[in-house]
């Protein structure tokens, strides 16, 4: 399978286009920076220079493929990023007509604020993270709102520990038992996991340990 990689020089999408190869993939990793991959050496892999917010090159990129993954982002301040790289990405899918979409987006976006431990939720959120989560809202609109076979993907803290294979997904928004973390890399593993498995299509499953 072709998959086409947005953020791949990001935390989570590095991992993404890592365990892409290891399991086979052909993957093609967009980046405005390549030299923050060129250590990442494979025969299935290419490396195209791009902004996501040019969509005639992002258009480009989607052609031929059979499959997207999006783990863009923007830190924390006020941005529009997330929402409107994705915006481009879901109309080059629709127009081109590749109609498999995982994208990253948030634990603590729509229904899932009620996952987010009482801390988080009315100080780290309100305080520190208003405009990310802004951003994440908006963007998952854009996915919701598209006619594409999508997954949105809703993390919580995200760490830089080992993949582990071990994590939850899929919880309800009441549930209080999560640990409210997961690393990158088992984000990565979910998402290249939805790939074979119609499970959460059209559906914002959360992952977390
Ligand atoms: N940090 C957390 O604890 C946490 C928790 C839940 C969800 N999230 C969300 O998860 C997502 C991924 O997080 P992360 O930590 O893996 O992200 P990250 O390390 O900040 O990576 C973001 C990626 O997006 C790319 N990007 C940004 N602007 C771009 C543009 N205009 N054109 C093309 N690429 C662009 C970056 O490219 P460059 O390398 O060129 O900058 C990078 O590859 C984010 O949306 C974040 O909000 C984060």
Redesign the pocket.
Known sequence: MKLLI????????RELLKQALEQGYRVTA????PA?IEDIKHASLQVIR????DPAFVESAVAGQEAVLS?????AGRTS??AD?TRNIVDAMEKIGVRRLVC????GVGDSHANLPFFTKYVIVPVFLRH?FAD?ERQEAVVRQSSLDWTIVR????TNGPRTGAYRHGFSTTDTQIKGKIS?ADVADFMLKQLGDGTYVHQTPGVSY
């Open positions: 947005f953020g791949s020089t990001g935390g989570t999408g967009y980046a405005r920076n923050k791009g902004d996501v917010l783990t863009i982002g923007a830190g990023l997330r790289g990253q987006s948030s634990l990310a994440h993390p919580p803290h995200l990158r």
